[in-house]
T-cell receptor, first 116, second 112 residues
């Protein structure tokens, strides 16, 4: 299994509070992703990173920010959590374009967030 | 605009039967098509993948069929087993952009 660790694995918080989810990888992959999974919507890309300090928005980025100060860590922050952000969040990694592993994602175990 | 459409949403198959899940895509920039398997409480895991220059790829009981002109691809699970009960996601990747788009998922139940 790819070395991807997400923390916390479960969190319950209240509307309006800030939340940070952490993804840590030991594979030295350049590309890292944050997805959210909701019933009926599959996996939707929130933000992704293609290197240290290099990040870009996905299809559902509103209300989320990310940071990547080290290759191994990718943080997802909800500045002011809302009930619509209750979801399961998955971190994933992949190899860079042009490599044999480009296009293949390796996922963490997920972080279940409940916003009351 | 949903770029990857997956069907059916749910599927019930008897043990030993064939499970078929279909996906269609629109963006011709996609150049890699993986399938992921997810068990409850776990993250999705890569199952099998295909490149558009190949029409079929088989790994054990799992086969991907790919129709480039129709922009469709499907997963076939032969001799389906109760242990195959999971959620399956198709994906389409633009490997040059480093981004993947997922279908909405199919929940497969294999009855013993």
């Amino acid at each position: 299994d790819a070395g991807i660790t997400q923390s916390p694995r479960h969190k319950v918080t209240e509307t309006g509070t800030p939340v940070t989810l952490r993804c840590h990888q030991t594979e030295n992959h350049r590309y890292m992703y944050w997805y959210r999974q909701d019933p009926g919507h599959g996996l939707r890309l929130i933000h992704y990173s293609y290197g240290v300090k290099d990040t870009d928005k996905g299809e559902v980025s509103d209300g989320y920010s990310v940071s990547r100060s080290k290759t191994e860590d990718f943080l997802l922050t909800l500045e002011s959590a809302t009930s619509s952000q209750t979801s399961v969040y998955f971190c994933a990694i992949s190899g860079p374009p042009g490599t044999g592993v480009a296009g293949e994602l390796f996922f963490g175990e997920g972080s279940r967030l409940t916003v009351l | 605009q949903q770029q990857v459409k997956q069907s059916p949403q749910s599927l019930i198959v008897q043990k030993g039967g064939i499970s078929i899940i279909n996906c269609a895509y629109e963006n011709t920039a996609f150049d890699y098509f993986p399938w992921y398997q997810q068990f409850p409480g776990k993250g999705p895991a890569l199952l099998i993948a295909i490149r558009p220059d190949v029409s079929e790829k088989k790994e054990g009981r799992f086969t991907i069929s790919f129709n480039k002109s129709a922009k469709q691809f499907s997963l076939h699970i032969m001799d389906s087993q109760p242990g195959d009960s999971a959620t399956y996601f198709c994906a389409a990747s633009d490997t040059n952009a480093g981004k993947s788009t997922f279908g909405d998922g199919t929940t497969l139940t294999v009855k013993p």
